[in-house]
């Protein structure tokens, strides 16, 4: 299977916590699956963290090394399939995450139930 960790999931990932649910968390451990993180959830985790409203590593191309995770950079084919999604969410970091998951056939790891509005295969964390 492949995946495609929205930013929070990663987030819990990678701080262990509690919120991410045991089957979602089984399934990114799952060395079997390819996990991708998009560059767009760097941008954003970047973003969050010079406006003070977000801890996150330092280094996070290392820890994704460390964990095997993927890095899935933004391609001008996935901004062009921004086109083709109704406004059903607002946020662009999302929209992105949504528009990649469809051109590159991924299964979107998420908690926000409304990105499954869109069409793309969801997994509940």
Known sequence: MKLLLDTQVLLWWLADSPHLRQAARSLIADGNNTIYV????????????????LRAPDNLEETL???????????MTHTTTLRTLPPVHRDPFDRLLVAQAQFE?????????????????????
């Open 105 to 125: 056939r991924l299964s979107l790891v998420t908690s926000d139930s409304v990105l499954g509005r869109y069409g793309v295969p969801i997994i509940s964390a």
């Open 65 to 75: 090394a460390r964990e095997r995770f993927l890095e899935l950079p933004v391609q």
């Open 38 to 53: 998009s560059a767009a959830s760097a941008w954003e985790i970047e973003i969050k963290r010079a406006l003070g409203k």
